[in-house]
């Protein structure tokens, strides 16, 4: 989902300049040529469709910049407001500082540094909201966890979300690995009455055929070689609460009718126990694969599917709400830059490209990995295509070691990154340097110096 920004400037040459800058950058811009025109759109458009950025000049006809400050932040409290001044008119700015503006750049300026400032204004806003988000949630008792995304798809998954969670039927979630089955499961229990009990996870898929069993409903001292103490299940220790049962799909056949037991009369028996132990749970399961087909394969039952899917929320794959990939990857990053210390901003507009293009056969959980990745291959603070290419590469690593097993001395080390970063880009241009150059940030003499130096053979990169 873009970000909303708010332009005021009088000059309608420079604010035509910047609109098209900033909506290159994938931003939504509204202009507006003075002061009292911006209060206005401010105050017309406070709430859902509030502006996430304010970025005004200090020079303007009739009210100033500066004396506007109070009034926007009056009008949109939270939004994030930049000043632009003149290049000798320092006392002005912090001026604009002291009104409540969150930063400042001086006339004339780079593009490239505007980038860098507004990205950083657009962090901090969302730091905001998250945070104001988790105190409210944390006050109120709501789910503290979210999940990302403003396309229908997912406006659908979370709205029946919301519906659902307030009633205590089994639900079962479905979709590839990597959608964000658990995060859903989580979201699920928080919201509803049980949030205050147990949440236990237990994952079928990962647990021995041989112990599942246990595992699931617990034992007796004495039920098996090495049982030498009696030990509760999971159905046991989620009392009050609720049961997730993830990779449902690969319950063993012989296990399904107990299971079955378990979830339509909430009790059932330890092993080597003969006394019913009654639960009082509710049942979340999760799967990425076919149950319909595995009922037809007769190796799922078909009344325990039926049992587990009283509500069920399918999860689109990434690949088909790409519209969320801007909002992903600024969470991402954001995420990032909270675990480092890092102030990287959100990708501009040719990495989110480069992030559109891919089919992510992984999912979010993909998604996730390669922007981390490409946050740490950025050199220069700013996720370029180049970046998110070589993140994307098979592989892609930050070599540390020869062939031998030798360290690598820092100066291999680094030519070995260079190298991996020239092929990315060439790859993703296609082999055409100009383009790769301008990728990576370099002139086109530059790159073809760097190709000398490391003697790349271009055939590796050129389309087939």
Partial sequence: MPSRILLIEDDEAFRRMLEEALAGLGHEVVPAGSAEDGLDLARAQAGGSAFDL???????????????????????????IIVMTAYTDHETALDAIRQGASDFFTKPFRLSEMQIVVGRALEKRGLKREIGALREALRQGRPARTAV???????????????????????????ESGTG????ADLLHEA?????????????????ENLLESELFGHEKGAFTGAFVAKAGKFELAKGGSLLL???????????????????QKQSERVGGSKPLHFDVRIIAATNVDLGRRVADRTFREDLYYRLNVAAIHLPPLRERKEDIPL????FVRQFNERTGADIPPPGQAALERLMAHNWPGNVRQFANVVERAAIFSRSGIITAADVELS?????????????GSPLSLRATLNEVEKSLILAALRQAGGVQTRAAKALGIT???LWNKIQKHALDLSEVLPA
């Fill in 149 to 175: 995304g403003e396309s229908p798809a997912m406006r659908a998954v979370l709205a029946f979300v919301e519906r659902v969670a307030p009633l205590d039927t089994s639900v079962l979630i479905l979709g």
């Fill in 181 to 184: 089955k658990e995060v859903v």
């Fill in 444 to 446: 086109p003499t530059n």
């Fill in 392 to 404: 994307l590469a098979e592989g892609a690593q930050m070599p540390s070691a020869r062939a031998d």
């Fill in 328 to 331: 992903l990857a600024a969470h």
């Fill in 54 to 80: 304010i970025l005004t000049d200090v020079r303007l006809p009739g009210m100033t910049g500066v004396a506007a400050i109070p009034l926007l932040r009056e009008a949109a409290p939270g939004t994030e």
């Fill in 192 to 208: 509803s009455p049980r949030a205050g009990g147990p949440f236990v996870k237990v994952n079928c898929a990962s647990i021995p």
């Fill in 246 to 264: 993830d990779e449902i799909g690969d319950m063993p056949l012989h296990l399904q009718p107990k299971l079955l037991r378990a979830v339509e």
